[in-house]
Nanobody, 123 residues
Framework: VQLQASGGGLVQAGGSLRLSCAAS????????VAWFRQAPGEERLFVAA????????YLADSVKGRFTISRDNVKDTVYLQMNSLKPEDTAVYYC?????????????????WGQGTEVTVSS
């Protein structure tokens, strides 16, 4: 099983990035997928999640109105569209997957993790 996160980079405040999480080696359409982020010296925090069907999405309060999560089960990929980026969004972003059930904001509930993609927002 592999989750490959990509799309990070350096962007100015107010800019946009789209992160991708491509999955292989699992029945992707059966998995709930989430994005977490971790800034240097801080704990890993929940950002967004999407249910296996794509019908329900969940966003942390800090990103509501700016970020959108979506998925393409044909391409086995989940996307995180990030708009109106702020310096405080700077972090390494990780995607994670858990089978069945509902979404969870707890990192400990996810079975598979991508390697992370770095996002830096300059002021």
């Amino acid at each position: 099983v592999q989750l490959q996160a990509s799309g990070g980079g350096l962007v100015q405040a107010g800019g946009s990035l789209r992160l991708s999480c491509a999955a292989s080696g699992l029945s992707f359409s059966r998995y709930n997928v989430a994005w977490f982020r971790q800034a240097p010296g801080e704990e890993r925090l929940f950002v967004a999640a999407i249910r296996w069907s794509g019908g329900n999405t969940y966003l942390a309060d800090s990103v509501k109105g700016r970020f959108t999560i979506s998925r393409d089960n044909v391409k086995d990929t989940v996307y995180l569209q990030m708009n109106s980026l702020k310096p405080e969004d700077t972090a390494v972003y990780y995607c994670a997957a858990r089978a069945g059930g509902s979404y969870s904001a707890g990192a400990e509930d996810y079975t598979y993790w991508g390697q992370g993609t770095e996002v830096t927002v300059s002021s």
